[in-house]
Nanobody, 120 residues
């Protein structure tokens, strides 16, 4: 499974960005893989931002609820993270993630990371 992320950049506080992540690979299927976004700020641990299960249910970190929206296009095997009302504390490298959680030996797949910088 390969994950290609894009859409990061520099934005002022209060602005918006949209991240995209396209999945590919012969074993990938959006009916069996969960996908999501994690982020890692300098000096901090990687944390979950938002994720969607293979069944379609979404989960958000409390810090981004009501500001970020996770969506997907099954036909394109692509997920999106619409980020509104961005804050300086949202500054981090954002990583796309996928895994077949139904497999007891599941592997975490990661995209290359995209930088999001929010200036105050």
């Amino acid at each position: 499974v390969q994950l290609q992320a894009s859409g990061g950049g520099l934005v002022q506080a209060g602005g918006s960005l949209r991240l995209s992540c396209a999945a590919s690979g012969s074993t990938f299927s959006n009916s069996t893989y969960a996908m999501g976004w994690y982020r890692q700020a300098p000096g901090k641990k990687r944390e979950l931002v938002a994720a969607i299960s293979s069944g379609g249910s979404t989960n958000y970190a409390d810090s981004v609820k009501d500001r970020f929206t996770f969506s997907g296009d099954n036909a394109k095997n692509t997920v999106y993270l619409q980020m509104n009302s961005l804050k300086p504390e949202d500054t981090a490298v954002y990583y796309c993630w996928a895994a077949n959680l139904g497999n007891s030996d599941y592997v975490d797949y990661w995209g290359q990371g995209t930088q999001v910088t929010v200036s105050s």
